[in-house]
């Protein structure tokens, strides 16, 4: 239960006749007092025989009657008195406590003389911190303690000031002194605003100039206990004096030392002179710099051997001129070393010899990665292409697939096949183009873009570069990154790039570029143009199966600090959270459950429960529990009517769509829920009139559509969604709802549609075969126009899916629709 005042209530600092400001937040659990201000005629009530009052130690400091000071409360101790106390009683008993590091200071901890306060106003932070505003009244005495608990509570008495008649000689001289004093210092002091010497000037009590010059001079604690238990007020008096004495000479002769300086020195003079002691501090402690001369000398010799062009040699030597002219104190200086540091820095003419062993090549990308039979193809013949023609210009790949596919490590594998440094350059969320092209050397703080410094970082000019989430780039008013890439990712025109801040051409076509994306409608259109998009679908049970085998197992239990021995994963128990725990296109979520299984076990094996475990199916859900997939993950489990599987494809792979049709009596209406955007609202809208116009052919009857209303949801209504490839299952929906025909749950379906009944291609087939696979469906119906993807189709896809192409909606309703009994 304490208060803390900052170590500046001295004469010069205290603000005299402001209000009072809240302090600075305090340290947990830290009780603190802010700036003090006085106020006229305080502490003249007298106090009750007997009284008892809440002492709120404080620290730090030494309250005189007179002062309105805000305390920040912090403490708990101190929380519970305000709470109990405030709400009735608005005085208080403040004592300065004798060690400022005590918490819970006890009695035996306390000064025995302090003041009694009024609380004026109290304040309620957010972080639970309370400030008080108080009043200081006047001088009491602790005479014995009540209550130590949950906070300090005291009798008290009034403490009394022997004070001589108002007439008397020596109190009216030593009144005088004091005034004379305190303005004088006023004078010496400029920084002291010019309403403290109207405060001064407005006092007239003897006791009060006092206590108000007790409270604010620079004064030991001590000193300033002594002054306040003095009860004789001449002597109380006379030690104000002396303390004022003591300020007026420091005063005075810190005056006297700055004209002695300003006669002897200009302004000019002056800098020299410090620079010089500088220098010879440097000196001594063994930290003297290079002068200017030697500075561009190192730096000039840095930029030759680093074969720096001519051009770059000619901008360096004009800011190395200049360098000559400028004081090394001077903002400019350091400017101008780092600009030309950053120069000699850069790898001009410095790079790593390829190694093009195409074997060695396949070897590296059959070691890291599985499957991607496709994608390593192409990988090897980017590495062919430039074996034969070494300075030819590359094409700038990028990696198109869903979280956790292995984009990234596929970069990695390129850079470590071809002898290259790697590195990975994350634009997601970048919204500045500054942090491709670089600020212009006039702004304080500039630095070139992220892409020159990654290769001053590397120290090579030709490292691979993966450019990561390239389909996340933002743009706003300081301009838009996605262009700066442009000139970047343009084998044409990239051999002179140029930075803003280096203001001269670095060549980046040895550079090789890898971008990666998970969707492709994200890459800016001008940008996909520049690039040569590589396709990665999601992994099928039968990859994550190996995956997890080859990779992921070993490399968690190695992590976990297992050994080989000691954690053994069964077939049955990957599959298990494969097809239990997990739902996705990559294989992140699947580490991150083996993770959790290797963690248990390990903290068993740690404990000495068991020395080695195998782990099987059932110890899997022991460990991760419930199944951790959603109804929505899986196919229905029964026909339904008005209920059809669609497919969707996402930027994290492909899913699974349920489009749900249901009708009621009403005038014809037609209600879509289910965050869906405007192509799809306008799939639902043609799909409505294709079934209205074929009711015959359906055997509808047409009455029923304008007695009935209808409404279209599809789940997960928080998830937005959009496009045409759901024509097709909004149709079937529509016709099973009307013809009360149930729906096979275990057919999905793509496809855009037209009011001709046609069927349309539709875009990533690849990954809604693999989500069809993974949520159990057992067929598909697919756009005639996609029969040319089905060769990018996975193996096991096609070996556990049955495919077949549609031309048109009858053909499709006939194969989704189950045939009604005769």
């Given amino acids: 239960m304490s208060s803390e005042h900052q170590e500046r209530q001295d004469f010069l600092d205290s603000s005299w006749s402001k209000a009072p400001e809240n302090s600075t937040d305090p340290a947990p659990g830290a009780d603190r007092a802010g700036a003090a201000e006085v106020r006229p005629n305080a502490g003249t009530g007298q106090i009750e025989a007997g009284l008892t009052l809440p002492v709120l130690p404080v620290r730090g400091i030494v309250l005189f009657p007179g002062m309105v000071v805000p305390l920040t409360i912090g403490r708990p101790a101190a929380l519970k008195l305000v709470d109990s106390e405030l709400p009735e009683n608005k005085q208080l008993a403040l004592v300065t406590q004798r060690d400022e590091q005590l918490d819970r200071p006890q009695p035996s901890d306390l000064f025995r003389i302090g003041v009694s306060a009024q609380v004026l106003k109290l304040i309620r932070q957010p972080d639970g911190v309370v400030v008080l505003i108080v009043q200081v009244l006047r001088r009491i005495a602790l005479e014995s303690f009540v209550q130590t608990e949950p906070y300090l509570r005291a009798v008290i008495r009034s403490v009394d000031t022997i004070s001589p008649p108002g007439d008397d000689t020596e109190l009216q001289a030593s009144f005088n002194n004091l005034r004379r004093g305190a303005l004088k210092l006023l004078d010496l002091s400029p920084e002291i605003p010019d309403q403290a010497r109207a405060a001064l000037v407005a006092v007239e009590q003897p006791e009060q100039l006092t206590d108000l010059l007790a409270g604010n001079l620079g004064i030991d604690l001590a000193t300033k206990q002594s002054i306040l238990e003095e009860t004789d007020l001449l002597r109380r008096m006379r030690m104000v004096q002396e303390a004022l004495q003591r300020q007026l000479e420091i005063a005075e002769l810190q005056q006297k030392l700055r004209k002695d300086v300003e006669g002897q020195f200009s302004d000019t003079q002056r800098r020299a002179y410090l620079r010089e002691q500088l220098r010879a501090i440097q000196r001594e402690l063994g930290e003297e710099e290079a002068n200017s001369e030697e500075l561009a000398d190192q730096l000039r010799k840095k930029l030759l051997d680093a074969g720096a062009s001519e051009t770059v040699l000619a901008a360096a030597e004009k800011e190395l001129k200049r360098l000559s002219h400028i004081p090394s104190a001077s903002p400019e200086y350091s400017v101008i070393v780092s600009y030309v540091e950053m120069l000699a820095d850069l790898p001009w003419n410095k790079s790593t010899q390829d190694n093009t062993d195409l074997e060695r090549a396949r070897e590296i990308l059959e070691r890291d990665h599985y499957g991607l039979e496709k994608v390593k193809r192409r990988i090897i013949e980017f590495l062919a292409v430039r074996k034969l023609n070494p300075g030819g210009r590359s094409p700038i790949l990028c990696f198109l697939g869903p979280p956790g596919v292995g984009k990234t490590s596929l970069g990695q594998s390129i850079a470590d096949a071809l002898g290259r440094k790697f590195t990975r350059v994350s634009l997601g969320g970048i919204r500045d183009e500054a942090e491709i092209r670089g600020h212009r ?32 780039i933002g743009a706003d008013i300081r301009g838009d990154p996605a262009s700066a890439l ?71 239990v190695e992590e976990n600090g297992l050994g080989a021995d000691q954690c053994r994963f069964e077939e049955d128990a990957i599959k298990t959270i494969i097809q239990e725990y997990t739902y ?84 014809g209406g037609f209600l879509l829920t289910g965050q869906v955007g405007d192509v799809m609202r306008e799939s639902m809208q043609a799909a409505y009139s294709l079934v209205r116009a074929r009711a015959k052919e359906l055997e509808i009857d047409p009455e029923v559509f304008s007695q009935s209303d209808v409404h279209i949801h599809v789940p997960s209504g928080a998830i937005q969604k959009d496009g045409p490839s759901a024509g097709v299952a909004i149709v079937t929906a529509l016709a099973s709802l009307f013809s009360n025909r149930p729906v096979r749950s275990d057919v999905a379906m793509t496809g855009e549609i037209t009011l001709r009944g046609v069927v349309l291609p539709i875009g990533g087939l690849k990954e809604k075969s693999v989500a069809a696979l993974r949520a159990g469906i057992s067929e598909i119906l697919i756009p005639k126009g996609n029969e040319k993807d089905l060769e990018d189709i996975p193996l096991e896809a096609k070996q556990r899916l049955l495919f077949r192409p549609v031309q048109t909606v009858d053909e499709v309703l006939a194969a989704a629709l189950v045939p009604q009994p005769k």
């Fill in 486 to 556: 442009l000139e970047v990712l343009d084998p044409r025109q990239n051999n002179n790039f140029v930075d803003r801040y280096l203001d001269v051409p670095f060549d980046l076509s040895q550079v090789i570029f890898i971008g990666t994306a998970n969707y492709v409608e994200g890459i800016p259109a001008p940008l996909r143009d520049r690039t040569e998009i590589i396709a990665i679908p999601g992994y099928t049970e039968t990859e994550k199966l190996h995956i997890a085998q080859r990779y992921l197992v070993p490399r968690q």
């Fill in 441 to 472: 050397r006039t702004y304080i703080g500039a630095m070139p873009g992220r892409i020159i410094q990654e290769i001053r970082r590397l120290g090579v000019r030709n490292p691979v570069m993966m450019l990561d989430e390239v389909d996340k």
């Fill in 584 to 667: 996705e296109a990559g294989v992140r979520d699947l580490e991150r459950k083996i993770a959790a299984v290797c963690r248990s076990i390990a903290a068993e094996i740690a404990r000495g429960i068991h020395a080695e475990v195998t782990v099987s199916a059932g110890l899997v859900r022991g460990i991760l529990g419930n199944s951790a997939r959603s109804v929505r993950e899986q196919r229905l489990p029964e026909n339904l009517v008005g209920v059809v599987t669609g497919l969707a494809y996402t930027p994290t792979g492909g899913d699974i769509l349920f489009i749900e049709a249901t009708k009621y009596p009403g005038k």
